[in-house]
């Protein structure tokens, strides 16, 4: 067999090998973008059918999502609430990430907003920083700090 | 959904695998012999039955697992039978054997292990098993020494490297230890520039990791694994504890034991001056390092072809210099894919590392991967003359059994973690959606 059709056939083969790393590369990303993805079904699946404001607030709450360690922990959301670092917030979180006041959780008309107070990391709702404040809804996940936590109920 | 798409992930891509590897088989023999081989049929069949062998396990046995990871050790195993195969038909039937012992291995551990936390009641009984593994060589009737380390155990006609497997069953025993005691040895006392230093009493554990693995290079001879050992323990502290301070300190100790090494021992100054220059005796002790040399240099950017280059001319290639063999006929592109295989298994380790809920599953997956991790890079870097060449196997690609087996149960131990992991999120997602529906009512 000529040398010059085992060279090309060769480069042909390499050809393959590089095709196998994109096919795991393009399943590797993927799988990297799907978290977000993968919160959403849950919101589309359970849609919210505007329940009574007073139900609504009584029983929406914030689950931690991470760290693991605080995983299933929740706080309860009322008319208007702070969460950060200090002691005197209604949620404080042992995360050194996380500012003395970080952020402000308010409800307006059955919904709850969050809003940033000027942190040194920030906050963010599914992966967008809060610049002003934004309506949140059932599924969202808010990110202070370290620690992630999931809108429920 | 998510188990949906690894599963049909992985099916692809192993397909995809198998078929690479069979082409360059034939390449390989087209290249050594002219004419095709007469054996691809039976060849791509055995591929294919071994792989979807233990992804039909896999589906059964750990369905949410990583889809990449068994895929990418099939390649590499692939291509290292390919090598093996054209340097020594006797050892490739035995390497044939080896891989199907090692995907059995793969199958026994996701069946034995069904949650890896299962692992973290029995630390102490692990770290018995693995330090007697570790030990084992040194045993006066079992212990055997070949070329100059004494790592292997004979037990009747079953010879096997008992290290192989302690490396795994340590990492297990380290990862219960670490989470137990993180908290105590991640402790702040003092502070020395950027560092925050712990307390000195808690760099004990450091000196035990160290002076056993001085005693594995002393006593065997085997700076590869004595490396090995030292380095995981190290890297599972610094993830356990985040404290740099232990990388410093162990660095220290790491740069006084091979300065030790190297004024004590004549085998440890000779791998060093032929680090430093294989060109000074050259047919002699530098002989197999200067032929690697050549072998790359001959290969050049595209190889010279499967079966066209004389990679036998290096000693040990089989095993320890494969990496030489298959970057001299597949070139600086094939050398790159085996080196991208890894980097892609290794991220995918750490991803998994990364997404594990338990910090037990956390470690575990963090200390396999950097097992993976550094053994590739003590050889390769061995190979190219990055660092002093310590002979240790080049993760699925090398003929071993007793390494083949043991990496495919660290695969499994790996899928095994990605599996929980994705169930543990599937289950936490369902509950949360069952307690919205019973709010809402």
Not at chain 1, 73 to 82: D, M, N, Q, S
Not at chain 2, 267 to 289: N, T
């Amino acid at each position: 067999m000529p040398e010059s059709l085992l060279a090309i056939l060769k480069l042909c083969a390499l050809a393959l090998l590089y095709l196998f790393f994109l096919r795991v590369l393009q399943a590797v990303w993927a799988e990297v973008r799907a978290p977000s993805m993968a919160a959403a079904p849950g919101v589309v699946e359970a849609p919210v059918r505007a329940p009574a404001r007073r139900e609504a607030r009584s029983s929406t709450k914030l689950a931690v999502v991470e760290p693991p360690e605080l995983k299933g922990r929740t706080y309860g959301l009322a008319e208007e609430l702070t969460v950060g670092r200090a002691a005197g917030c209604q949620v404080t979180l042992e995360d050194s990430y996380a500012s003395q006041l970080h952020a402000r959780i308010f409800a307006r008309d059955g919904t709850f907003y969050v809003e940033d107070l000027g942190s040194t990391n920030g906050t963010f709702l599914n992966s967008e920083k809060v610049t002003a404040p934004v309506a949140m809804k059932r599924g969202d996940r808010l990110r202070i700090g370290s620690t992630v936590m999931e809108l429920t109920g | 959904m998510i188990t949906a798409r690894r599963r049909n992930t992985e099916l692809g891509l192993i397909v995809l695998g198998a078929v690479i590897t069979a082409a360059i088989y034939t390449l390989a023999s087209l290249g050594t012999t002219a004419d095709l081989p007469a054996d691809i049929g039976p060849f791509l069949g055995v591929v294919l039955a071994l792989l979807l062998g233990a992804h039909v396990a896999t589906r059964r046995l750990a369905p949410a697992g990583d889809g990449v990871l068994l895929p990418l050790a099939g390649l590499l195993n692939g291509l290292g039978y390919v090598w093996i195969a054209r340097l020594d038909e006797n050892l490739a039937a035995l390497q044939a054997t080896w891989t199907a012992v090692g995907v059995t291995a793969f199958v026994a551990t996701l069946v034995v292990v069904r949650r890896s936390r299962d692992l973290e009641r029995y630390r102490y009984t692990f770290m018995l098993i693995g330090v007697g593994l570790l030990l084992m060589p040194l045993l006066p009737v079992l212990g055997k020494t070949v070329n100059g380390a004494r790592i292997w155990v004979g037990l009747g006609p079953v010879s096997f490297q008992p290290g192989e497997f302690a490396k795994i069953i340590l990492a297990i025993f380290f990862a219960s230890y670490l989470v137990e005691k993180r908290e105590v040895l991640g402790m702040g006392a003092n502070r020395l520039g950027p560092l925050t230093l712990p307390e000195l009493r808690h760099f004990g554990p450091v000196l035990v990791a160290w002076a056993a693995s001085l005693v594995v290079m002393t006593a065997q001879r085997d700076l590869g694994s004595s490396l090995l050992f030292f380095a995981l323990f190290v890297v599972m502290l610094w993830v356990a504890t985040e404290r740099a301070s232990y990388l410093a300190v162990s660095a220290l100790l790491f740069a006084a034991g091979a300065f030790a090494a190297w004024s004590l021992f004549s085998h440890v100054q000779e791998r060093i001056s032929v680090w430093l220059d294989p060109w000074v005796d050259a047919s002699g002790q530098g002989y197999q390092v200067a032929q690697a040399a050549f072998a790359l240099a001959w290969g050049g950017v595209a190889g010279t072809g499967p079966g066209l280059g004389s990679p036998d001319r290096i000693p040990l290639v089989e095993t320890d210099f494969i990496f030489a063999a298959i970057g001299e006929e597949l070139g600086l592109f094939g050398a790159a894919a085996v080196l991208v295989t890894y980097m892609l298994m290794i991220g995918t380790g750490l991803r998994i590392a990364v997404r594990a809920q338990v910090p037990f599953n956390k470690l575990l997956a963090a200390g396999l991967t950097a097992i993976l991790g550094i053994q590739s890079f003590i050889i390769i870097g061995g190979v190219i003359r990055l660092v002093p060449l310590t002979g240790i196997t080049l993760p699925f690609v090398s003929y071993g059994g007793s390494s083949l087996i043991a990496n495919y149960v660290l695969l499994a131990l790996l899928i095994r973690i990605s599996d929980d992991s994705a169930q543990a999120e599937a289950d936490a997602g369902g509950a949360a959606r069952s307690l919205a529906g019973t709010g809402r009512r």
